[in-house]
């Protein structure tokens, strides 16, 4: 495994799994296997509705709690309450959240922003983060709160390598989880000819390929999967590095095409969406 040096000095793994579009009975039994597997890394959310499954996962897998780096997210909805954050705790079954996300960039952000600075200074978070921020409220969080976020999450896969927010991370040495790392499985971004030749040269799929390259572009990695096969796969990355010539083959496939764009109207609904509870 590798791991990435936040700019509050903690260490996160740079691979993981993801439990977007999963029951609660999905996540708990997906966590359960990907620990199992050695994954140590996990990644929810309030909005997902099955905190409560991955924390049953977690119990299950038998894995000691500060072995796990465990990152979720908190939906816009509940950004003001200031019970929040121990609702959360309470579902996922821990006292702390290594990792804890402002979801989306709802006009309600920056009270969600100090609810998390509370908690943070509690030690029932380790790190804060911003989730499908866009460059001016990234920088502004940066410049006007008074603990500077430290990972942000956004879409990032070969057509959509984020190269102006890579800047900005570097200006500030905060870390970047791609979300959809392999496009949310679209066939024409994994079936991309170089994937398949640097597949067959290095004995591996065009998956891994593809997770390779990220791993390399400093990119932390939590692709979805329901599949046990997939989930080891995923994460059997460690034992290959691609060249800087194949890093620059792979850079020519950027696309400047996003799977999801945040419209306002977007971001309106997700301020009104409540959540709904576990199962
Ligand atoms: P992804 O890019 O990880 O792709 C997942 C798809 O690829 C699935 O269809 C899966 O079956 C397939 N797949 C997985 N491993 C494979 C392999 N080895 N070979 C072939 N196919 C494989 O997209 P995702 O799962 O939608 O996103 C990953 C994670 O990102 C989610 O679980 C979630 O935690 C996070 N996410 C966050 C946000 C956000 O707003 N912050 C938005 C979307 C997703």
Redesign the pocket.
């Known amino acids: 495994m590798e791991y990435l040096t936040l700019n509050n000095g903690s260490k996160m793994p740079m691979a993981g799994i ?4 999963m029951s609660p009975a999905e996540a708990e039994a997906a966590v359960e296997s990907a620990l199992k597997s050695g994954v140590r890394l996990i ?1 929810t959310a309030n909005g997902y509705m099955n905190e409560s499954g991955t924390g049953r996962g977690i119990k299950k897998s038998g894995v000691d709690r500060e072995d796990i780096f465990l990152v979720t ?1 908190l939906w816009p909805t509940v950004y003001e309450k200031e019970t929040a954050i121990e609702e959360t705790l309470k579902r996922l079954d821990t006292d702390y959240i290594d990792l804890l996300f402002l ?1 989306q960039p709802t006009d309600n952000w920056r009270e969600g922003y100090k609810n998390i600075e509370k908690a943070y200074k509690e030690g029932k978070v380790k790190a804060i983060g911003l ?2 921020f866009p460059e001016e409220l990234l920088r502004e969080a940066i410049e006007t709160m008074e603990i500077k976020p430290h990972v942000v ?1 956004v879409e990032a ?1 070969p057509y959509f390598p984020q190269t102006e927010l890579k800047k900005i991370l570097a200006e500030t040495g905060m870390g970047l989880m791609a ?7 679209d066939k024409n971004l ?1 079936n991309e000819p170089i994937f398949t030749e640097l597949a067959a040269k290095y004995g591996k ?1 065009n ?1 891994q390929i593809i997770l390779r390259w990220h791993i390399q572009s400093g990119n932390v990695i ?4 329901k ?1 046990p096969d ?1 989930i080891r ?2 994460f059997d990355i460690f034992d290959f590095a691609l060249t800087d010539e194949e890093m620059a083959e792979i850079a020519k496939v950027d696309k400047g095409m996003r799977y999801y764009t945040a419209t306002p109207d977007l971001i309106a609904q997700y301020a009104k969406m409540e959540l709904q509870p576990d199962l």
């Open positions: 993801g439990v977007f579009m990644d997210k979801h989730s499908n999450q896969h979300w959809y790392p392999l496009g949310h499985g994994v799929s998956a939590f692709p979805g999967s599949n997939h796969e995923n």
